[in-house]
């Protein structure tokens, strides 16, 4: 043990005492002190500080500080209070000793405390909560970089002497450990370190390939300070995205996401991470990045640069199956994990036990979805579906399909689900857009989200009074890559199609290239004004999603290691274009014990396809008829005439545009099957005249006209 006394008679007597001492011959010692002191403390277990005890408070206003200087430098260091006598303004370590002996001095010594629990006793336990706040500022910094165990037991100590609830707390700390790694890290070199681009008599490649240099290692810097904490605009890390240079962004609200790095961007980064200079007969003179550099960084971006598909706020399972939970850049998975410091999951076992996965699975059915009335199992298990993919997106092959959730009156929950899955993956409700009207807005929409690189993407109220049909966002679904022009730019884009799509509405309408490409979330409230119910088990659900993310978040990991452990079973049900999906989400929702996985696709492709039932329908009447003989369009139509039937296609007008646009729907059904019947084009008469017949694919009569195929009533491949 090392003593630090205020005088140099204080420093003798201390000495005399038996106890190694140094003085700074004054209450405090000074800031260019400290090198010194960790030069004369190195290998010291123990460093008592013991100032005077005065009543205007300034030998422990000294203490206070020599103890924050040497504690922030790693230093065990423990405050004493030698008691002042009543009626004394002041008593020191040198009047201690020589009124009272050695041995006083060795128990005011033996009874001083660490640093944190001196701060702590300083503050009085009635004080406002109000000023908690800030009286507790300084205990907490005290204790970023200490042991967790001290940490821990400090933290404790808060909890109770103010009735405080424990999580803020901690909330804090690690706010506090991430701005200590920023004030860290995130320090621009001197001046005199910035490197140098001169401009003049040179190519421009070569300034090209110096400027390249400059931003892949200042970009270094940035990765480090945004892996620690908070991001400036001006300073957030460049990232390559497909085709694209992006830079990070924290929104006000939280959320982390990704946006465009444009010319303008790498010019400003390009301005403050290097001196540019033309040289003339006058010497060097300051001069401005030329228009061409930045230009042609974005065109191509440099080497070195790191490449991502995606930001998330929540550890997640690498391609390989290993759990990612450092912040930062893991460019093995593409993934940029930015990490709520206030998201704590503890370790996930390698192998859960049944009863983790139980807990587990109860924690998802019996509290967080246990008042939502889904139609089915199936519903269910896709809403489990859509929780986990984040976590597992990095290992599925392919594309994933659109969630629908749908309901059949506003105000039923569809938006609460939504955001109660965002909730867990994001930390926060989730953003969401209409589907324009337009396909070109439809697609400047997609590339303004697919842009952000975030996890999910909603597509909100979905019009119930017409058809979903989208070629854009059919043709989304079913790309690993998105290509398309920048708004107000001249540039084509390429960017990772990751993202989690989701599709909110009352009873919406799907076309079948859709249908096909969705899974069904419906829930049905079966009641008046659904948005008046009461009697919940969580209230507002939305508030404790957030009181409770740690344990959700656990439970999905869980849920994900108990699947790796048993090697990856893959499920048992498969949806087209989507297999590597259905055989992973299966698995893992098979081996938690969720059951339903893809068990209601029938109802789904049944409501979504009037289209296909109408055809179904024609074609029935057309075999009992017909049977296979070769049949004229006009022939048809009056079938049609006489049973009502294809009433949409025909349309209005006279009778011989009616029979147009039914021999145009002829033509784009050529080969389609309907259930057992399959539409041909027989042949074509002198005239040209079109002549269809139907084809029993069964090779015998054709089922009846109740029956549907194979996949209820739509082909959706």
């Not at 008679?9 to 004054?26: H, K, L, N, R, Y």
């Not at 001169?198 to 070569?206: E, K, M, N």
Request: aromatic share 6%; proline share 7%; charged share 25%.
């Amino acid at each position: 043990m090392t003593a630090f006394t205020e005088g140099v008679t204080d420093c003798v007597s201390a000495m005399q005492a038996g106890v190694v001492c140094i003085s700074p011959v004054t209450t405090r010692f000074r800031k260019q002190d400290v090198p010194r002191l960790l030069e004369l403390t190195r290998g010291v277990r123990r460093i008592v500080v013991c100032n005077d005890s005065e009543k205007n408070g300034a030998g422990e206003a000294g203490a206070r500080e020599t103890a924050a200087a040497l504690w922030a430098e790693g230093r065990n260091v423990h405050l004493a209070l030698i008691p002042r006598p009543e009626g004394k303004d002041k008593i020191d370590v040198n009047e201690l000793v020589a009124t009272r002996g050695p041995d006083a001095l060795r128990e005011v010594l033996a009874a001083a405390k660490p640093y944190p629990d001196y701060l702590l006793d300083r503050i009085p336990p009635d004080a406002p909560k109000e000023e908690l706040d800030g009286l507790l500022e300084p205990v907490l910094e005290a204790l970023v970089g200490c042991s967790a165990i001290k940490a821990d037991a400090v933290l404790d100590a808060i909890a109770a002497k103010f009735a405080l609830r424990r999580r803020p707390l901690a909330a804090r700390l690690k706010a506090l450990a991430a701005k200590r790694r920023i004030e860290a890290v995130a320090g621009r070199p001197p001046a005199a370190t910035v490197p140098e681009i001169r401009v003049s008599g040179r190519q421009l490649r070569d300034i090209v390939a110096d400027a390249g240099h400059v931003l892949v290692t200042s970009n270094a810097r940035r990765l480090r300070a945004a892996a620690a904490g908070a991001v400036e605009p001006c300073d957030a890390p460049l990232f390559v995205r497909g085709n694209a240079l992006a830079r990070l962004e924290r929104a006000e609200s939280g959320g982390a996401g990704l946006l465009d790095a444009s010319e303008t961007v790498v010019f400003g980064y390009l301005l403050r991470e290097a001196d540019w200079v033309q040289v003339t007969e006058h010497g060097k003179q300051p001069v401005f990045p030329p228009k061409d550099v930045p230009r042609d960084l974005v065109a191509f971006p440099p080497a070195g640069l790191p490449t991502i598909d995606t930001v998330t706020a929540t550890p997640v399972f690498g391609r390989d199956g290993r759990l990612i939970v450092e912040p930062g850049c893991h460019e093995a998975d593409r993934v940029w994990l930015d990490r709520d410091p206030a998201l704590q999951v503890g370790e996930i076992p390698a192998c859960p036990s049944a009863d983790e996965v139980a807990t587990a699975r109860s924690l998802f059915l019996d509290d967080l979805l246990v008042d939502f009335p889904f139609v089915g199992p199936s519903d269910r298990a896709h809403l489990m579906a859509a929780i986990l993919l984040p976590f597992v997106r990095r290992m599925i092959d392919g594309c994933t399909p659109l969630h629908v959730v749908e309901s059949p009156s506003p105000g039923s929950g569809k938006g609460l689900l939504c955001n109660i899955v965002a909730a867990i993956v994001t930390g926060r409700p989730c953003d969401c857009r209409t589907i324009p009207e337009s396909e070109e807005e439809t697609r400047k929409t997609f590339t303004a989200e697919l842009i952000k690189g975030r996890p999910i993407v909603l597509l909100d109220n979905a019009r119930e009074s017409a058809t979903l049909t989208s070629a854009a966002l059919a043709a989304v679904l079913t790309a690993t890559s998105w290509t398309d022009r920048l708004l107000g730019v001249s540039r084509t884009v390429t960017l990772p199609n990751t993202a989690l799509w989701m599709l909110t509405g009352n009873n919406p309408k799907l076309s079948k290239d859709l249908a096909r490409r969705s899974i069904r979330i419906r829930i049905d409230p079966k009641q008046d004004r659904a948005w008046r119910r009461t009697g919940f088990k969580h209230d507002p659900l939305l508030s404790w999603v957030k009181a409770n993310r740690d344990d959700l978040v656990r439970a999905a990991l869980v849920a994900v290691r108990a699947w790796i452990a048993a090697g990856r079973p893959p499920g048992r049900e498969r949806l087209g274009s989507f297999e590597h999906w259905s055989a992973v989400l299966g698995g893992v929702l098979a081996v938690t014990g969720i059951d339903g996985f893809l068990g209601n696709l029938e109802e789904l492709y049944a409501n979504a396809d009037v289209d296909g039932a109408m055809w179904r329908e024609f074609v029935q009447a057309w075999w009992e008829a017909r049977g296979p003989t070769e049949t004229y369009v006009s022939d048809l139509h009056g079938l049609c005439e006489k049973q009502d039937l294809m009433v949409p296609v025909r349309g209005e007008g006279s009778a011989r545009s009616q029979q147009s646009r039914l021999g145009r729907a002829l033509q784009g059904a050529r080969d389609r099957a309907f259930g057992d019947l399959q539409i041909t084009l027989a042949s074509r008469d002198r005239k040209g005249k079109a002549v269809y017949a139907l084809k029993c694919l069964g090779g015998g009569s054709p089922a009846g006209g109740d029956e549907t195929d194979a996949t209820g009533g739509v082909d959706p491949w």
